[in-house]
């Protein structure tokens, strides 16, 4: 029997993942929200509450994210807020508010188009000002420093990451929204030239234009809305010191304290969607989880098959909530991180009834 405290995901979608769209940000979350709403019967003017998480760099214009109000529609009026974060972190917020009791619907987005910017220059300068921003390091730099030093430190070898990349690769021939699949072979893979040692093409995610839309709701609607709810469980986030320096890259701390709290160790977990933009990401994420072979993990192919960022991480939770609601799991973890080198992590479990 569930109570008002008891929230979960209820519906959920997904525009397709390209390298470059030739929609506007507000286009991609009209169409997800839509999608996301129809299939259990509601309406925009149902909806109580909006996050969104999205982020003005990629977009390049200040305060980007209030045009995108659009997409959910001005009446009638709504409480709205925002998040420049993962759309994982909206849906955090958006789950604490309808914890309020005041409010039954929430809708939770998260859109980016990175095709439109470089990477390598625009992220730099997302760094603090003084220590980082000076030095100009971008994130596949910051995870090349990583890798290595899991590599140096005999957690890892380059193997085991190409094994990740062609394990997602092949997973994520059966996801229609993937971006990146297909058969590969390992030793091919490693006999192609670093992109930044010890990182090749493959240890890396593509450039990904695309939104997400998630919906939440109380218990009762969730109950009425669909036979098997995702029930979220436990959802927690924790963050470390910005700098990289100052941190143990062959640890994920905030990770394993993330999943502690939200609850992990109270039950057998049958599936999990990591956001692992790099391969040697899932490989460390697993050793903090505790998830062991027996454990799928990325099995829509991952940010290695579709990298659509401020969405990547809802896009995980999304996948662990289909296979709740689809009934062939029972508990599923889902996690998001941002920052470099895993700075701010987070990590949702879900349920189904029995």
Not at 54 to 76: E, K, Q
Not at 253 to 268: K, Q, V
Request: contains cysteine.
């Amino acid at each position: 029997m569930r109570n008002d405290t008891d929230i979960a995901i209820v519906s959920w979608a997904t525009t397709p993942m390209v390298r470059q769209t030739g929609n506007t940000e507000t286009q991609l979350l009209l169409h997800a929200i839509t999608d996301a709403l129809e299939p259990v019967g509601l309406t925009r003017a149902d909806v109580d509450f909006t996050c969104a998480g999205s982020c003005d760099y990629i977009s390049g214009a200040t305060f980007s994210f209030v045009g995108n109000l659009d997409a959910i529609g001005a009446w009638p009026p709504k409480r709205d807020s925002h998040v420049e974060m993962d759309g994982a972190w909206a849906m955090y917020e958006a789950w604490l508010r309808l914890h309020h009791g005041d409010i039954e619907i929430a809708v939770v987005t998260g859109s980016g188009r990175s095709s439109t910017a470089n990477p390598a220059l625009i992220y730099p300068m997302e760094m603090d000002p003084y220590y980082l921003a000076p030095l100009g390091v971008d994130p596949l730099t910051f995870a090349a420093l990583q890798a290595r030093a899991l590599i140096d430190a005999g957690k890892i070898t380059e193997r085991d990451m190409a094994e990740v990349a062609v394990r997602s690769r092949r997973d994520a021939k059966s996801n229609p929204h993937a971006q990146v699949t297909g058969n590969f072979d390992v030793d091919k893979l490693l006999e192609e030239d670093y992109v930044r040692a010890p990182l090749r093409r493959h240890d890396l995610p593509p450039i990904t234009d695309g939104a997400c839309a998630v919906v939440l709701a109380t218990a009762r609607r969730a109950e009425q809305l669909r036979e098997r709810p995702a029930w979220i469980t436990g959802l927690e986030h924790r963050t470390e010191c910005h700098n990289p320096a100052l941190r143990e890259l062959t640890d994920s701390p905030s990770t394993r304290i993330a999943a502690e709290a939200a609850g992990i160790g109270d039950g057998p977990i049958d599936l999990a969607e990591l956001q692992a933009a790099f391969t040697h990401e899932e490989l460390l994420l697993r050793e903090v989880l505790g998830l062991d072979d027996s454990v799928p993990v990325n099995q829509s192919g991952g940010a290695l098959a579709a990298n659509p960022i401020m969405a990547t991480g809802l896009v995980r939770i999304s996948e662990a909530a289909r296979h709740i609601v689809e009934g062939d799991k029972q508990r599923t973890l889902a996690h998001s991180t941002s920052g470099p080198c895993l700075q701010q992590n987070l990590v949702c479990i879900l349920e189904g009834d029995s």
